[in-house]
Each structure stands twice: as C-alpha cells, then as structure tokens.
C-alpha cells in the first residue's frame, strides 16, 4: 500500500511542479508583455508549450494571450509560436514528389467582420480544377457563422479523417481538407479561452497562427489577412517558412472596409513571395480581377453553413453567375499566380472560369466527397 500511495503522492507532486512552471513562465511574459516588451524566442517557445499543457489553468492562458494581443504580437514571435506549434503536430505524411501539380493552400485569418460567404473553401475547388492540388487547413467558425470545415460538412465532405485517410483521400481525389483539430489535439486546451476573449471581442494570436500551421507544409500558399499592416508581416513569416511562392493579400470594399480576400469591390493590396528573391508589393484593382463595384458588399454576404453550402454549389454547378461567382474566380485566380502556375491576372482568370465552364470544378467536389466517405 506504501508502494501504491507513494506512487500516487509523486505523481501528484509532478503535475503540481508542472502547472507552478507553466504558470510562472506565462507569468513572467505577462509582466513583459504589459510593459511593452516582445518575448524573445526562447521565451515564446517555453509559453507555447505552457499554453497547450493540459494542467496549465485558463486563467493564465487568458491573462498571456489578452497581455500578447494587446501589445501586439511581433513578426519574431508569431514565427516562433509557428514552429513551435508546428513541432506538436501531428504528420500528414504527404509527400509532395507523388504530386506532378503543386500542393497549394488558400486560407484567410477570419476578423474582417463582413460575414461573406466562403470565399477561400469555394475557391479551393475552381483552384483543384485549374491544375493545382489544394490542402486546405482550417477549422470550425471561431469569429463567424461558417468557417471552412463547416462548409465542407455542410457540403458532404467527411473532415475528420485520420491522417492516413487524409493522404490516401488526397491521392485519389487531388484535393485534401485539413480538419486542424486532428493535427493538432492539443489545441483544444485553448478552445475555452478562445471562446471566452472571442465573445469579449479580443482576437488572440491563434487568429494570426492558423494560415501559417498547414501540418502538410506546402510550397505554395495564398494568405488573406483582415488588416493592412499584416500584409507584410504576413509575408515575412510565408518567407521564412520556407515556401517557394506564395501571395498576402489584404482586400477592400467599395467604401473602404478590409477583407481577408481578393477584393472585386474595391482595390487589393498584395505581397508576392518568391523563394530566394525580395519581397515585392504591389496594388489590384478590383477591375483587374473581374469586379464590378455595382453590385455592392450585400451580394456577397453569406450565412450558416447550410446557406453557404448552396452558394458553394451553385457556384461550382454554374448556376450562379453573379458577384459571388466573380468574387471566388478572383481569389481562384490569384491563387493560380500565388502557385506560379499562371504568369498574369488575365491568363489566371481565364484558367479559373474555364476550371467551372468545364465542369472541372464541381467534379473535385464530387471526388473529395467520394474519397472522404469511402
């Protein structure tokens, strides 16, 4: 019995050592935090790992990440949170030489508060047909009514896929979803938190860490971020990760508002990265990607995922016409630059309407759903 409770009583003195650690050190960032001071990586790493620790208490998950968001998370430490969380993840085991076409990823931050359809999802289908191989990424809506995965649930997709299934499934159909909770379980020890600072209208850093933790690691990748001054920052972190081309993108209403997309209602901003070459920016209007400003914001408002299931659907079957086609071709479009497939905006439009004229498009999404359900 001595054994037996001795055993007990060591482990119980271990988990208390832990938890003391992990809330001294988010503790101790905390403190540097509220004085205006960025973490150095080390440190970063040591709080990520406090962060998804099952015994650290939410209440110092929620003072560090309210301390970090309202400082203001630096480019030095969302990489380092990336490669930290990066090396929880778990392995796909996708190898991109199985592959003749680029494994690409079209994922937003969320944020803008425009509650538009799902942008990005239904892109990734015109994106499959078009001649690239998306993996997208994502999760369920934290900041919004549908996030990806609840579209493509919505959709018949089955999302939560082992990883072998995941990679078998992306062989067959060419298109792969990512549910992010599978790649990374430990994440849902912050869910509460999230769910707490969200309803308080405090986005926290895993907002910005979404678009950059693609357990796949693609080479080629297309970001849309809600605010301007995150194109850059954005595009810095897509350099040093290594991917060998991709864009940030940061769009605008015709009265000005920002959006996580390509925009076709107003001007978008744009960082093009290139593997082994300078970053360059440059501006779209929204008549070089196909936008017409008369239709206006409220055509491209979408709702549940049930609602924006039928948007995605008629898109892809080409029954619908309209600004949301316009506005999915658009980001298709810049998605097929980002990838280097296509050299210009005007060939790259032509390429993504051809990919739903033909039937290409809706034909992936047959295919995911096939393999996904097999």
């Given at each position: 019995?001595?054994?037996?409770?001795?055993?007990q009583?060591?482990?119980?003195?271990?988990?208390?050592?832990?938890?003391?650690?992990?809330?001294?050190?988010?503790?101790?960032?905390?403190?540097s935090l509220?004085?205006?001071q960025?973490?150095?990586?080390?440190?970063?790493?040591?709080?990520?790992d406090?962060?998804?620790?099952?015994?650290?208490?939410d209440?110092?998950?929620?003072?560090?990440?309210?301390?970090?968001?309202?400082?203001g998370e630096?480019?030095?430490?969302?990489?380092?949170?990336?490669?930290?969380?990066?090396?929880?993840?778990?392995?796909?085991q996708v190898?991109a030489?199985?592959?003749e076409?680029?494994?690409?990823?079209?994922?937003?931050?969320?944020?803008?508060?425009?509650?538009?359809?799902?942008?990005?999802?239904?892109?990734m289908?015109i994106?499959?047909?078009?001649?690239?191989?998306?993996?997208?990424?994502?999760?369920?809506a934290?900041?919004?009514?549908?996030?990806?995965?609840?579209?493509?649930?919505?959709?018949?997709?089955?999302?939560d896929?082992?990883p072998?299934?995941?990679?078998?499934?992306?062989?067959?159909?060419?298109?792969?979803?990512?549910?992010?909770?599978?790649?990374?379980?430990?994440?849902?020890?912050?869910?509460p938190?999230?769910?707490?600072?969200?309803?308080?209208?405090?986005?926290?850093?895993?907002?910005?860490?979404g678009?950059?933790?693609?357990?796949?690691?693609?080479?080629?990748?297309?970001i849309?971020?809600?605010?301007a001054?995150m194109?850059?920052?954005f595009?810095?972190?897509?350099?040093?990760l290594?991917?060998?081309s991709?864009?940030?993108?940061?769009?605008?209403?015709?009265?000005?508002?920002?959006?996580?997309?390509?925009?076709?209602?107003?001007?978008t901003?744009?960082?093009?990265?290139?593997?082994?070459?300078?970053?360059?920016?440059?501006?779209?209007?929204?008549?070089?990607v196909?936008?017409?400003?008369?239709?206006?914001?409220e055509?491209?408002?979408?709702?549940?995922?049930?609602?924006n299931?039928?948007?995605t659907?008629?898109i892809?079957?080409?029954?619908?016409r309209?600004?949301?086609?316009?506005?999915?071709?658009?980001?298709?479009?810049?998605?097929?630059?980002?990838?280097?497939?296509?050299?210009?905006?005007?060939?790259?439009?032509?390429?993504?309407?051809?990919s739903?004229?033909?039937?290409?498009?809706?034909?992936?999404?047959?295919?995911l759903?096939?393999?996904t359900n097999?």
């Amino acid at each position: 019995m001595e054994r037996i409770f001795g055993k007990q009583s060591r482990c119980a003195d271990f988990m208390t050592t832990a938890k003391v650690r992990a809330m001294n050190i988010l503790t101790s960032a905390v403190d540097s935090l509220r004085v205006g001071q960025d973490l150095p990586v080390d440190l970063v790493t040591l709080c990520a790992d406090a962060l998804i620790a099952q015994d650290t208490a939410d209440a110092d998950r929620l003072a560090f990440l309210e301390a970090l968001a309202a400082k203001g998370e630096s480019t030095a430490e969302i990489e380092a949170f990336v490669r930290a969380f990066l090396r929880h993840a778990v392995d796909p085991q996708v190898d991109a030489s199985d592959f003749e076409e680029p494994l690409f990823d079209i994922v937003g931050t969320g944020g803008d508060k425009l509650n538009l359809f799902n942008v990005s999802s239904t892109a990734m289908f015109i994106l499959a047909g078009a001649g690239v191989v998306p993996v997208k990424h994502a999760n369920r809506a934290v900041t919004s009514k549908s996030g990806g995965a609840d579209l493509l649930d919505a959709l018949g997709v089955k999302i939560d896929l082992a990883p072998s299934q995941f990679a078998e499934a992306l062989k067959q159909a060419k298109i792969g979803f990512l549910f992010a909770p599978v790649y990374h379980p430990a994440f849902a020890a912050v869910v509460p938190v999230r769910k707490e600072l969200a309803a308080r209208g405090v986005r926290t850093v895993f907002n910005l860490l979404g678009p950059h933790l693609n357990p796949v690691k693609p080479d080629h990748q297309l970001i849309g971020v809600y605010d301007a001054a995150m194109v850059d920052q954005f595009a810095e972190i897509m350099k040093a990760l290594g991917r060998k081309s991709g864009w940030v993108v940061h769009g605008t209403t015709g009265e000005g508002q920002g959006m996580d997309e390509v925009s076709i209602l107003g001007e978008t901003q744009v960082a093009r990265v290139v593997s082994g070459q300078p970053i360059t920016r440059s501006v779209l209007a929204a008549a070089e990607v196909g936008g017409v400003d008369a239709d206006g914001l409220e055509q491209l408002v979408g709702g549940t995922a049930r609602e924006n299931a039928q948007i995605t659907k008629a898109i892809l079957s080409g029954d619908e016409r309209g600004a949301p086609r316009r506005m999915a071709v658009a980001n298709a479009a810049a998605g097929l630059c980002a990838a280097g497939v296509c050299e210009s905006m005007e060939q790259a439009l032509d390429r993504a309407n051809e990919s739903l004229d033909s039937g290409k498009a809706v034909q992936r999404l047959k295919a995911l759903i096939d393999a996904t359900n097999a």
